[in-house]
C-alpha cells in the first residue's frame, strides 16, 4: 500500500486546478501586458484569477492581490516592505515568533543586521502564542508584528483574530504567514485585520512556483525583484497567468468545500492520534484541539525520526520528520525546541498531514507500521536501553 502523508510539504494538483492550467496554455498565451487581442484575453483571465483569490479572503478590492513566485517571496516582500517602509518614522523594531517558517527568520536576521531589532516570541507548551506576550512586546517603535496563521510543522492555529485586533489598536502592521492556513481553515482579511497576508498555491492542490501577496490598500510595497512595472509596479516580471489561474481555481476549490472537507481530514487525524497515543514514551506535539485538520506531528522517545521516517517509506508510507524545508538539516526542528520539546524528543518526531484523498484504511496502516518500527528500532538502540535500564532519564512520560 502507498499512503501519501505528507500533504503540509506539498500537495497533488486537484483536477480542477489542472484543467484550467492546461486550457490556459492552450488558449490563453498572450503576454497580459500585451495590447493586441491576445493579450487582452489573457488580461482577463488574470483579472478573473485576482477577484477570485481577493473573494476566498474577502479582501475589500482585488487590486490588494499581488502575485508572487510563492509563499517564500510574498513573506520577504511583507516584511522588507513594513521595516524599510516605517524606519524613517523611527520605527525598527519588529515582532516574531521563534517558530516562524524559515522564510521569515532568515528575512527577519537579514533586516537585523541592517540595524533593525527584532523581538522573538516563544509560544506556550502547547505551540500557541500567548496573545499577552504580543501586547507586553509591542513599542512605540514597532514597525510591525508577522505571526503565522498555523503552524507547518506542529500544526498549532494561532489566535489570529486576536493579534489582528490587538495590533490595529496600537497602530501596528501585522502580517500572518497563512501558507498553511488557505483553503484548509476560515481566513476573512477584514474582521481578522490581517495588513498582509502570504499564501502558496501548491499548498492546496494548485501548482507550485506561484503565490499570493495580500497588502491592504494603503501599504506601500517595496519591490523585492526589479524589472518591468507587472503587479502595478511592485512585483517584475511576467505575469504566469497559467499558473494564477489554476491557483485561483484550486483556492476557491478549497474555499467553496472548506466545511465538508474540515470534517473529514479532522476525523483522519484525530483517528491516527488515538491510534498512536499508546506506544509508550511517546508525545502529541502541538495543541490537541486548535490544530490543523490534517496535522500529526509526534514524537517517539529513543529514536531518530529520519530513521523511522527512511523505514516507513520502505512500507510505502510517504511523511516527515519535520519541514520539508529544513529536510537535509539534521538539527532538531526549531520548532519543536522553540515550544520546549526537549531535544531528545524532538530528534524523534515525525509529521504526518493528510488531506481528503486519504482513507481510515490507510491511516490504520500508518497507525500498525508506526507501532512495529518504533518498536523496532527500539531494541536496536543502545541509547533506548539506558533509558530502560535507568542510566538515562526519560524526557518524555510513559
Known sequence: MRVYADNAATTYMSDAAKAKLIECLDNYNGNPNSLHSDGQRTQEVLDEARQTVADCINAAKANEIYFTSGGSEADNQALISAAR????????????????????????????KEGFEVTYLAPEANGIVDVKKVEDAIREDTALVSIMFANNEMGA???????????????????????QAAAHLPIDVQAMNIDMLSMSGHKFHGPKGIGVLYARNGIRL?????????????????????????????????????????????????????????????????????????????????????????????????????????SESLDPSHVLTGMGVPVEAAHGSLRFSLDTDNTEEEVDYII???????ERYRKMSPYWEDLESGKREHCISK
Open 368 to 374: 500498525e507500521k508506526v507501532h512495529s518500527v518504533v
Open 222 to 326: 517595496i519591490n523585492v525583484i526589479e524589472g518591468g512595472a507587472q503587479e502595478r509596479g511592485k512585483r517584475a516580471g511576467t505575469v504566469n497567468v497559467p499558473a494564477i489561474a489554476s491557483m485561483a481555481v484550486a483556492l476557491k476549490e478549497g474555499c467553496d468545500n472548506m466545511e465538508e472537507n474540515m470534517k473529514k481530514v479532522s476525523a483522519l487525524r484525530d483517528r491516527l492520534i488515538e491510534g498512536l497515543k499508546d506506544i509508550p514514551y511517546s508525545q502529541l506535539n502541538g495543541d490537541p484541539v486548535k490544530r490543523l485538520p490534517g496535522n500529526v506531528n509526534y514524537s517517539f522517545e529513543g529514536v531518530e525520526g529520519e530513521s523511522l521516517l527512511l523505514h516507513l517509506d520502505m512500507y510505502g508510507i510517504e511523511c516527515s520528520s519535520g519541514s520539508a524545508c529544513t
Open 85 to 112: 517602509g516605517l524606519a524613517p518614522k523611527g520605527k525598527k523594531h519588529l515582532i516574531t515568533t521563534n517558530i516562524e517558517h524559515h522564510a521569515i527568520l532568515h528575512t527577519m536576521a537579514k533586516l537585523e
Open 157 to 179: 492555529i494561532q489566535p489570529i483574530a486576536e493579534i489582528g485586533a490587538l495590533c490595529k489598536s496600537k497602530g501596528v502592521l501585522f502580517h500572518t504567514d497563512a501558507v
